[in-house]
Each structure stands twice: as C-alpha cells, then as structure tokens.
C-alpha cells in the first residue's frame, strides 16, 4: 500500500525529464532518435534491422552515479546486481548462471575497443560514470560480428555528443560516499579531445565493504581530410574494494549488515581482510579510410593490462594479465535513386594473453606460502562477414556469419615436471539472420534468427579452487526472436509499445558451484530452455505554453520462463527445474516531470520477483520492491554557463534484500545484502562552447 500511495502522490506534483532510453525533446517534437554503432548499421534505429536497447549519459543521470546498476535494470531483459560496492556482475536473459562475480558471456567494446580479454573475461567495474555517453546493448548471441559469447553485446561509447567545454561535479551521501567526477572538452570539429578524471570512495554498508576508485581517461578524434580519421582512447583504473562475503539465512536475518564470520578451518572476511586491488589500462587507436566513395576500410589495434591482487578467505591470488589485439573490417556500402541500399561487411578480430597466476596461503590479507604458479596463454580469432540491404525504408535484411577459434594452454610452473595442458575449441560457425518490415512510421516488425558459441574462460577454466579444468565443454544453442513495435506522435504527446518475444535453447551450458570456503567452480548442464516475453512502453508529453515543460512515463516489464532441460549431475537430477539467479517477473516503473524554471523531478520504482538459490530448486529469495526519488534544480545563463543542484533517496522503501546471491553455494551461504534507505546530494557546474555535432 505504501508503494502505491507514493506513486499516486507523485503524479499530483507538477515534477520530471528524460527517458530510460533516449532524452526528451522539449522543443515539442517527437523525441530524436539515437543513431545506433552496433552490428555496423550506423543509423537511426528505426532504420535498422537490429533489436539493440540504448542507454544515454542523461537517461542514466537519474541517481547518484556510485554505479549503473539502477539505469541497467530499468531495461527489459537487462539485470545487474551489486554483491559489495565496486564487485559487479550483468546479466542479460540468464547470463549471469555462470558468472559469481564480473561480467562472462557479454561482449563488451569501449569506443571500438574490446574490453573482454582474450580469456573471456570483463573488468566492468573499471569504469565511471562519465567514461560514456551512450551504451548500446544487445540482448542474445551477437557472434556474427563480434565472435564468440551467447549472452549479449554492450557497446560503450564515448564520443557521439562531443562539444567544448568543462564540467566538474561532487555527489556525496550515506555510508561516507564521495564521488568527484571532472571532464574538459576542447579543439575544433577535426581534432576533438576530451580528458576525464573521477575519484570515488565510500565505507559500503556492509562490515567489510569499502570501496576507492580513482579512474582517468584520453580520448582524441582527428580528421584527416574527407577521407581518413583516427580516434586513439586511453584508460587507467586504480580500484580497491574489500568483499565481505555471503551469508546464511540466519546469519542475514539477524544481521545484514555483517561480513561472513568464522567458519570451521576458515576466517572470517574481517579476519582475512578480504578485499580486491585492481589495476586496468586499457589502449586503443583506430583508422578509418575512405579506399574510395563506397569502399571504407577500419582497422583498430588495441592493448590491455591488469594486474589484480584477490586477498579472499580461502587464499590470496595475483594475477597478471597482459594482452593485446586487433580488429579489422572493410564495408562496401551503395545507395541508388530508388531507395534501396545495399551494405557489405567483412573482417576480423584477433586477440593474445599471456597471463600469469599464483595463488598464496591468506596470512592475514597477505600472501604467504605458495601453492600453485600458473603461466596461461590464450589466444582467439574469428573471421565475419555480413551482407546489409534495406528498400525504400520499408524492408531492412542482415545476414552474417562468424567462424572462431580459441586456444588455451597452462603450465603449473610448481610442480614438476612442468607439463602443458591445453585445449582448443575451434571452427564453430555462428551464423545471424534478422528481418525488419516497417508500415509507415507507427508499426514495424522484426524477427531474428543466430546461433551463439562461447567457449569456458580463463576464470572458469582455473577457478577459485586452483583445479585446472580443462574438459569442460563450450556451451552453443540457436535464439528464435519476434520484436513488435507501435509508434505513435499526437501534436504535444506520444507513445511508444515495443514487445519481444524470445526462445534460445542452450545447449552444455555452464553452471557454478561454490564450496565451504567460497571458492567456485564450474560443470556443463546438459541444456537450458530459455523463453521470454519482454516489454516497453514510453509515454511522453510535451505541452506549449504552460509552466510544466515535460512529462515521461516509461515501463519495462520481463517475463522469463527458463527451466533446465535435461540435466543430471551425479545422484542428482535437476530436469525440468527453474534455472537458479534469474527471476521470473521483473518491472520497472519511471514517472519524470520538468518545469521550464529548471525545477524537475524523477520517481523510479523496481519489482523483483523471487528467484531460485540453486539448481535443486530448494531455496529461494524473497521478492522485493525498490523505490527511489530525486528532485533537483538546473539553470543556465546567456554564457551557456550551468549548474545543477539535486538530492534524493534510493530504497525508499527501506526494503531488505540481497543483490547479486551466490548461486548454489555450499552451507547456504547464498545472500550479500544491499543498502537500506539512503540519501545523496550533488553539485555540478558546466561551461559549454560551441556545439559542434557530428
């Protein structure tokens, strides 16, 4: 009842501003569309054959910056949950099955660089909030032109709305959080640069749960005549967060707020001092040729390093990670007088880690006894092609295939003799055909057809445990998706209804397990079965002459039914059970209103349903509702000088609940809590030049 009370009671203030998706237009003309990066279609995607979701730096600006996790989970299909601050994991249609902690299975590119290594895995959590201004995501398998992976795609990017000028903004709330995020923008529409910084830290709410980030950022763009430009981006990262651990139902209910205590043989998180350090660098210079008016050639050479330091319960783990890489393709692209235009694409990635492992006795969260030296060496490639052709904007096709091969090796420099074990999967195709049919402006069809391979990663390959696994088996299945679209634009207001429909059967998918000391480990499920129902509906008004400026309402409704086909583990059957970590029903509700005098106000309210703990189906979540509400003030004078005043409060509510469980975990350690009711406040100032758009 109080849900409902709150959200009735915010309609009646004249109170918010921009969509989940895109950012209101308060010219009051239907709302611009995004030009969209991904599968190379480079338009509006209304125009294009692919189903991609996209996020924008303001649609995302409606919290207090510490992390994505609630502009994330505004989408459709999308989850990210928080274990701790700083130790994140996204999980798009049932892809975090196989992640305890980061990001696998997703395919993630900052300003065309890879950001999954050559091991499969993704350091998300090295990014700030002003590293981007606009994510892209696609939900399912996108190999055909980004290799292997049957989770999703999220591209990053950082340089679609480039202008000059300088801003600097403070957030700081509950739980002694500190946010400082800076950017300078300056140079002229053919050599644009844009320089960032950010710091970040807070005390977290859980014992055991701090977090630092310092993060800075380079990113340049120089044309070179009409025909040739090159874009070079730079990334450092310096991150600490400590990880208090999972824990028992009793132990949640009782104290939420505690890290793991002592256990049998092994400490608790305080007494290891259980905590990550990370360093990420990641670099990257792309060419882009015009060969000649149709034919454009684009290459991107890319390097990466990370060095982690994992103090955790069970040991102390080092790893360092270089790697390095390139991407190249050529698009050949032709327009005739009659509207149909045809697009082929061709080319290939390749990316080298040579990484090294060792993993110590935990003294006291620092390493003492050796017991195990790995040197690892991975290495995959894949080859793509992709053949585009639209007519009359009314027909859009896209048709593509990849073929991959992935490499490992491992050599326990430890033990002797020293031997080399290794594996290769190799010469899988994953093929993509996806149909778009428009009827004027208000109504479009589009249905998708791909197949998706994703070989184990490093992680899972060498686990917490230190057991090399190399039988295990890359997991493949093909993905069946109907997409619906109703548009509709009525002088001042318009609406918006997107419906998907989905089935991906995915077979030896890859499932975790966590034993009595938190260490994870890995086996193949015989298959899963994957269907969904997802759903969008945006309405926003717009009204002339009146003291509110805008309103928008945006609803994301998931229906997933995902249940293990036939999967039996020793004595153990789990056929026909509900796949652990993924819940059934989730909905998320935005109310924004905005008054021309600057004075806004955004209202976000999120649904979960429970979900399963583990694969036997014998323990499950409490469902939880989510509310949060930000109001704020922002003015900008006759220099295009600006500053933004807000506060606001997330979990309204002050609901108890676990975000980001340890799935299948040993002795019911399933659950690390998240933050009660909160607040934060901000101050932002912003001196812009010249727009100057691409």
């Keep these: 009842m109080r849900l409902y009370l709150l959200f009735y009671w915010h309609l009646l203030l004249p109170v918010v501003a921009v969509v989940a998706q895109q950012p209101v237009d308060t010219s009051g003309k239907e709302l611009e569309e995004i030009v969209i990066r991904s599968f190379e279609q480079n338009r509006k995607l209304s125009y294009t054959s692919a189903t991609v979701k996209v996020l924008t730096f303001p649609a995302a600006d409606r919290t207090n910056k510490t992390s994505l996790v609630q502009a994330f989970n505004t989408l459709a299909g999308v989850r990210m949950e928080e274990r701790s601050p700083g130790s994140y994991r996204i999980n798009i249609r049932g892809s975090s099955l196989r992640s305890p902690f980061g990001v696998r299975n997703v395919k993630v590119y900052w300003n065309q660089i890879p950001v999954t290594d050559a091991g499969g895995n993704t350091y ?10 606009s994510i892209e995501i696609t939900k399912g398998p996108a190999g055909s032109l980004y290799g292997t992976g049957t ?20 957030n700081g709330g509950s739980y002694n959080h500190h946010l400082f995020l800076s950017s300078v923008r300056f140079g002229t529409q053919e050599n644009k640069n844009e320089l960032t910084a950010s710091f970040q830290r807070t005390d977290g709410y859980r014992q055991q749960s701090a977090m630092q980030r310092t993060n800075a950022s380079w990113q340049t763009e120089i044309i070179r005549s009409g025909r040739q430009r090159i874009q070079a981006s730079v990334l450092y990262t310096d991150l600490y967060y400590q990880t208090p651990g999972a824990l028992t139902a009793a132990e949640y209910k009782v104290n939420p707020r505690s890290a793991r205590p002592a256990a049998g043989i092994f400490p608790g998180a305080v007494a290891a001092k259980a905590a990550i350090e990370q360093k990420n660098f990641l670099a990257g210079i792309t060419h882009s040729y015009h060969i000649s008016s149709r034919l454009l050639n684009t290459t991107t050479l890319f390097s990466t390093w990370n060095q982690v330091e994992n103090a955790a319960i069970r040991n102390f783990e080092r790893r360092t990670e270089p790697g390095l890489g390139g991407r190249s393709l050529f698009t050949y692209k032709k327009e005739n007088p009659a509207g149909t235009i045809f697009q082929w694409i061709a080319g290939g990635e390749y990316q080298l880690g040579t990484f090294n492992t060792q993993v110590f006795q935990n003294k006291n969260g620092n390493p003492d006894t050796l017991q195990t ?15 585009d052709w639209s007519w009359q904007q009314r027909w859009f096709l896209s048709t593509g295939v990849s073929i991959s091969k992935t490499a490992v090796s491992f050599q326990r420099l430890n033990r002797y003799p020293v031997l080399l074990q290794k594996r290769t999967y190799r010469n899988e195709w994953a093929p993509r055909l996806s149909l778009k049919r428009r009827w004027g402006n208000h109504f479009s069809l589009t249905t998708t057809l791909a197949r998706g391979f994703s070989p184990p990663t490093i992680a899972e390959l060498l686990p917490s445990t230190g057991i090399i696994s190399t039988g295990l088996e890359a997991e493949y299945g093909w993905s069946k998706e109907l997409t ?19 089935h991906f059967r995915l077979k030896n998918a890859l499932v975790q397990r966590r034993d009595f000391s938190g260490a994870d480990s890995f086996t193949n499920a015989g298959d899963v079965q994957q269907k969904g129902v997802e759903t969008t509906v945006n309405y926003w008004y717009m009204p002339y002459g009146s003291l509110l400026e805008a309103v928008q309402l945006k609803a994301d409704l998931t229906l997933h039914y995902f249940r293990y086909g036939s999967f039996q583990q020793g004595t ?10 993924v819940p059934p029903q989730t909905l998320s509700l935005l109310v924004d209103v905005q008054l021309k005098k600057g004075w806004y106000s955004n209202i976000t309210w999120y649904y979960s349903s429970s979900l399963f703990l583990n694969d036997a189906n014998s323990v499950k ?3 939880f509702h989510l509310a949060g509400w930000r109001i704020g003030w922002k003015y900008t004078n006759q220099s295009k000088r600006k500053i933004h005043l807000y506060a606001g409060v997330d979990n309204l509510l002050n609901e108890i609940y676990s975000l980001g469980n340890d799935i299948n975990a040993a002795a019911g350690r399933f659950f690390n809590a998240a933050a009660e009711r909160n607040f934060y406040a901000g101050i932002s100032f912003q001196i812009a030049g010249k727009s100057n758009p691409q």
Excluded at 154 to 168: E, F, K, M, T
Excluded at 484 to 502: C, D, M, P, V
Excluded at 572 to 581: D, K, L, M, T
Aim: charged share 15%; no cysteine.
């Design 124 to 133: 998300f959590n090295q990014f700030a909030f002003n590293n981007f201004s």
């Design 484 to 502: 619906a679209t109703y548009k509709r634009n009525i002088r001042s207001h318009g609406w918006q209804l997107e419906i998907t429909a989905f």
């Design 572 to 581: 153990s059957n789990f056929s026909g059970n509900r796949v652990p970590a």
């Design 621 to 623: 979540t409490e469902p």
């Design 151 to 170: 989770g999703g795609l999220i591209l990053l990017n950082n340089s679609d709305r480039w202008q000059p000028g300088a801003a600097v903004e403070y």
């Design 373 to 387: 030296n790995d040197d690892i060496r991975n290495q995959s490639w894949f080859v793509f092609t992709q053949a």
